[in-house]
């Protein structure tokens, strides 16, 4: 009875050995949790501000008529009245400036925009609110820009102009389909608190 006893003891204590060396170690697989955490380092946080803007439409075909429409397709479609806008602005750029991304919070619509440019093509998704219409932006024309310039610190203005196409829901359900400019000018800082430097005394 006491070699059993001894035997189940040692047996417990091996046991136990190798349950606190697995607890304890490293993992050995692939999946290693501290490896994968630290694989590469976050993006910075964007830099936050507010700014203005319009929504100018260039041209548009009307692409579905509602069933009460009976004026003709250029009296429904256009011309539709511009967009002026205010909007809280998040903006990120990558350090060699080859990759930009401006995020429109619009104030009182409920709508976003984000605006994102590359050395290669800059493109713009979301919807904004007009007089009368819902405008659905579809795709970029590949023409405009986005860019940034610093001010001071880490102030910098944020401005914009970019061609889009999209859809325009009217109020009584006619969709147009065309083209518009999105344009727009804002200031941003790291803590979003914008204080504009003076130019100059008695400025």
Known sequence: MRVTTVAALASCLIFAAACSD????VPTSALTPGEASFAGNPPPPPLTGRGDGELSFDSFDILSAASTTTA????????????FFTYALDYLINKTATNQWAHLNLDGQNRQITIHQTDNKVDASGEIV???YVFRITGGA???SLTSTPIEGSLRNVSFSVTV??????????QCRGSA???GDGLVSEDGVIIVPDSGPGL
């Open 22 to 25: 697995s607890a304890t170690g």
């Open 72 to 83: 003709a397709p250029t009296d429904v479609c256009g011309p539709l009245p511009p967009t």
């Open 130 to 132: 007009g007089v009368g």
């Open 142 to 144: 590949g023409t405009g």
């Open 165 to 174: 196409t999209g859809i325009a829901t009217l109020v009584n359900g006619t």
């Open 181 to 183: 400019t999105l344009s």
